[in-house]
């Protein structure tokens, strides 16, 4: 998730997106409103998957089997939507809010705001992934995670900050990016964009230790991890790198590469059936291609 500056523009809250051509029942390609400028996924309930707007502050909903959806959050002037998840538990939608210096939770059926978390000393919120008991975003500008507790009832705590220590140093440009939960429920992993390099991360001390790889995954940004496979976007390379980890999380092989002619800058990616379904954001390149979101196939 680059940081970019993009025009606000106008969005028609009741249109409607066409669905593509019948198939196994998900979608090949999905086309999003012109200018919608996506940049965060997340699967919900069924079939369902949420997109976010960068410079719009709205969320896209849609059907991957039909490929069919609408606005669910309207935009918002001064809002940036980045990654977002998904807390299907109490119907909610944890969004990082990139350069606009926030964190928004919205209602996941309605779109109706239901809290905010101004942060006037973040850098760049970029992304967050959700464990049982909070919700962690990463700051790609600011050596820390935020982290909003979430109760047994679903109320939200008061947001804290958590120092990053350890191996993980920030750099020049953006540093940390994607974030997802480790294995076994042994804390968190993360990427650093600029150098390609994943590190796991405890959530309670901020401690940080690398994981080694055969080699880096530069302009590593979104993640997701299934068992000890981490799927890693490369947004500028265009591909997505699967990284098989090891057992005690202290070194992981690119195992392969999965790549799309499609993708356009992708940033996210999310899990349905099969397949990952991953967001071109294309950044400051023109948006006049319907490939907006595009399936690729798992690697086994």
Known sequence: MLRKALPLTV???????????????????IALPQEFRPEGIASGRGDSFYVGSIPQGAVFRGSYRTGEGAVLVPPHEGRSHTGLKVD??????????????????????????????ELPDAGFI????????????TDSLVQQLYRIPIGRKGELGELE?????GELQFTDEFNVNGIDTAPGGRGLI???????????????????????????????????????????????????????LDGRLRSGRVRSFLTDPRLDVPTTIAPFRNFIYAVNARFDLPDNDDDDIVRLRASR
């Open 11 to 29: 969005l028609i809250l009741a249109l409607l997106v066409p669905a593509a051509p019948a198939g196994s029942g998900a979608q090949s390609s």
């Open 190 to 244: 993360v990427v650093k964009s600029n150098t390609g390099q994943l590190y796991r991360v405890d959530p309670r001390s901020g401690d940080t230790r690398e994981i080694v790889l055969d080699q880096p995954v530069t302009n590593g940004d979104g993640i997701l991890r299934h068992g000890h496979t981490l799927y890693v976007v490369q947004n500028r390379d265009n591909r997505i790198a699967a990284v098989k």
């Open 88 to 117: 299907t538990r109490f119907g909610r939608l944890f969004v990082s809010g990139g350069d606009s210096q926030g964190i928004y939770v919205y209602d996941s059926r309605t779109g109706a705001d239901v809290a905010t978390f």
């Open 126 to 137: 970029n992304d967050v992934v959700l464990t049982r008991d909070a919700a962690y975003f």
């Open 161 to 165: 900050r958590i120092p990053l220590t």
